[in-house]
Nanobody
Framework: QVQLVESGGGLVQPGGSLRLSCAASGITFSVYAMSWYRQAPGKERELVAT???????NYADSVKGRFTISRDNPKNTVYLQMNSLKPEDTAVYYC?????????????WGQGTQVTVSS
């Protein structure tokens, strides 16, 4: 059974920092591309950052220079370090794992963790 369990969300003041973690089980973690998405109230879910199995990273323009995605394969965990947080970063943040074989695509989601940026 595949599980992605996020943690680290919470309430933080503008300009503050948070680190989100996503612990994966039930998958061969090292071969999956891992991403963080977010969804704010009334908005569509959007891609925040991705780290591939070859440690190539990609970021949404809105978070470049402020957020850093990383992975620890021995721990089956992906992280999102969020600095200089803004109120518009407030959202539920979701961990995502994507993988593929010659015949199948795999796409898994965590349950989400709330991040609220407010004074």
């Amino acid at each position: 059974q595949v599980q992605l369990v996020e943690s680290g969300g919470g309430l933080v003041q503008p300009g503050g920092s948070l680190r989100l973690s996503c612990a994966a089980s039930g998958i061969t973690f090292s071969v999956y591309a891992m991403s963080w998405y977010r969804q704010a109230p009334g908005k569509e879910r959007e891609l925040v950052a991705t780290v591939t199995s070859t440690i190539i990273t990609n970021y949404a323009d809105s978070v470049k220079g402020r957020f850093t995605i990383s992975r620890d394969n021995p721990k089956n965990t992906v992280y999102l370090q969020m600095n200089s947080l803004k109120p518009e970063d407030t959202a539920v943040y979701y961990c995502n794992a994507k993988g593929a074989t010659m015949v199948s695509l795999y796409n898994y989601w965590g349950q989400g963790t709330q991040v609220t940026v407010s004074s």
